[in-house]
């Protein structure tokens, strides 16, 4: 392996121009650039291009649009099936500096295949279970860097004035991805590193021979200096303990308040600063007369005193607890899945209702997800077969959500056989039963009916169904009036492959 850091020109981000220009002008641009003086550094390593990607490439159309409609949305979520290097390309055109938050949790560089029991419901990753991505890299964190490099250029490029990305990886990767973010965003846009805990420190992590890796990384750049975050500062709760009578424990009551407070040393407050808590109440003075910060507890609806503080760059506390001690519901047998409370906390301090978040490393979905929940357009974009299958479903599971699927490349393949009959009942009634039979019924992992309209599937149902074995036969859809069974197709999902078919030809209509 080697990488070197070398001096870059002065403190200039490489804008997508910049990397046109070195496209046209050829390598005398890139010479200027390390031959001036600089304030800056760049991480060089084998590989490296400095025109990483060729912007003008023409991308393929998408191949099939889904539209599923869900209560009555307050945003609209878009996830698309495609690489990522192509379909950021395709944001960057269609919608440039919209984004307010992009969070990415992308594979991390560590050389392993990851799996999905989604369809089983078992939280083993054997290797029977179908692949949900591979994290494997030719050339090392070379070619992971190669990788990540083009893509964090295109997402500078969608963010907002005000936006942020948050970059989650680990101790392999993140102080080379630091020092790229530091030459793609700027050193002066590195706001924290948030340390989130993903595991307790148990079992092989507590015995191994350096201290337990049980940490992960959330590199926090924004688009420009200085701002503070779109949304809410995030803040966390804690219930303080009583004492057998029932008041807080070592703590003090303030009658003129009428509540209970706890104290810290004045620590680097100026005098200045003390006379102005004095006058708004926050000031306590021992016997001896020793100055001390009052901070108010709170009473939180169940009784309890509780103590609010606002959250530093250590996560760890319950709100971002990780899945494993997470409710099970949450928990969709995708290796790798995130927490919804760490997505929540990300997307409430970064973004308000009505923003755009992205996930261009979609997984599960966690992340749109969340921010369909919290009110934000929401952009997914994953490669994967079960990403978008897993994400599909999740989504449908809430009370209102307006989702575009993009497809890009369509799995549907001919060789596998394909054995299904449907009947219809009561096709001429508002709602009509629609029954699904056959040898393949077996091997579906999901299904769902709806119809063509100016080149957009409009889903009517879909099976909701995550962690079963297997998925229900028989479905009740509302027909829209206009509706003919003509117009019906049927899209079924087999694991890795998903079919379109239109259901009139063998249909049995009652
Ligand atoms: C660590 S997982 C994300 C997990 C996600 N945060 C969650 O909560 O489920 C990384 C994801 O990146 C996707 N991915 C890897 N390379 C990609 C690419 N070039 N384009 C789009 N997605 C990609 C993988 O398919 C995988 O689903």
């Not at 929940?373 to 079960?386: C, P």
């Not at 003509?486 to 009139?504: G, K, S, Y």
């Amino acid at each position: 392996m080697f990488l070197s850091l070398v001096p870059d020109s002065a403190g200039e981000r490489r804008s997508l121009s910049d990397y046109r220009a070195a496209a046209v002008y050829g390598i005398g641009f890139i010479i200027n650039r390390f031959m001036s003086i600089s304030d800056n550094s760049r991480l060089i390593w084998p590989g490296r291009k400095d025109a990483p990607f060729t912007p003008e490439t023409p991308l393929p159309d998408f191949c099939r649009r889904e539209h599923h409609q869900i209560g009555r949305p307050t945003a609209l979520t878009r996830l698309i099936h495609g690489d990522n290097l192509g379909e950021l390309q395709r944001l960057v055109r269609e919608q440039p500096k919209s984004v307010a938050c992009i969070y990415i949790d992308p594979p991390f560089g560590i050389g392993t295949v990851f799996r999905t029991s989604h369809t089983t419901g078992s939280r083993d990753t054997k290797t029977s279970d179908p692949i949900a991505y591979r994290d494997q890299w030719s050339g090392g964190i070379e070619g992971y860097l190669s990788f990540m490099h083009p893509r964090l250029l295109l997402l500078r490029e969608l963010l907002t004035s005000d936006g942020v990305i948050f970059v989650h990886c680990d101790w392999r990767a993140s102080a080379h991805l630091r020092i790229l973010m530091g030459e793609v965003f700027g050193p002066e846009n590195f706001r924290n590193e948030i340390l989130w805990r993903r595991a307790p420190n148990l079992g092989k992590q507590a015995a191994s021979n350096q201290l337990g890796r049980t940490f992960e990384s959330i590199l926090l750049f924004s688009r420009n200096p200085g701002k503070p975050l779109r949304g809410q500062h995030p803040e966390i709760t804690t219930p303080y303990p009583l004492t057998r009578v029932g008041h807080p424990k070592g703590c003090f009551f303030d009658e003129q308040r009428g509540c209970w407070y706890t104290t810290a040393p004045r620590g680097d407050y100026t005098d200045d600063s003390i006379a102005r808590l004095d006058t708004e109440g926050r000031i306590h003075r021992s016997a001896t007369g020793t100055v001390y910060i009052k901070y108010f507890l709170e009473q939180a609806a169940d009784g309890c005193w509780v103590k609010r503080q606002r959250v530093d760059t250590l996560w760890d506390d319950s709100a971002v607890r990780p899945l494993r001690h997470r409710p099970k519901a949450e928990d969709m047998g995708y290796d790798t899945q995130k927490p919804e409370g760490l997505l929540e906390r990300i997307i409430s301090w970064a973004t308000v209702p009505g923003d755009t978040v992205l996930d261009a490393f979609n997984g599960s979905g966690t992340t749109i997800t969340v921010a369909s929940k919290l009110g934000r357009n929401a952009i997914g974009i994953d490669v994967g077969n079960a990403s978008i299958s897993i994400t599909r479903r999740r989504l449908r599971e809430l009370a209102n959500v307006d989702l575009t699927v993009d497809v890009m490349s369509d799995t549907s393949n001919q060789d596998v056989p394909l054995e299904l009959n449907i009947t219809f009942q009561g096709i001429h009634s508002e709602e009509c039963q629609v029954a699904l039979s056959g040898m393949s019924l077996a091997s579906v992992t999901a299904w769902g009916i709806g119809y063509e309209n100016n080149g957009t599937w409009e889903c009517l149902w879909y099976s909701g169904i995550l962690r079963s074995t297997s998925v229900p036969a028989t479905a009740s859809v509302v027909l829209p009036a206009t509706i003919t069974p003509e117009q019906l197709t049927l899209h079924v999902e087999l694991q890795e492959h998903h079919f379109a078919i239109p259901v009139t030809k063998d249909a049995k209509i009652s």
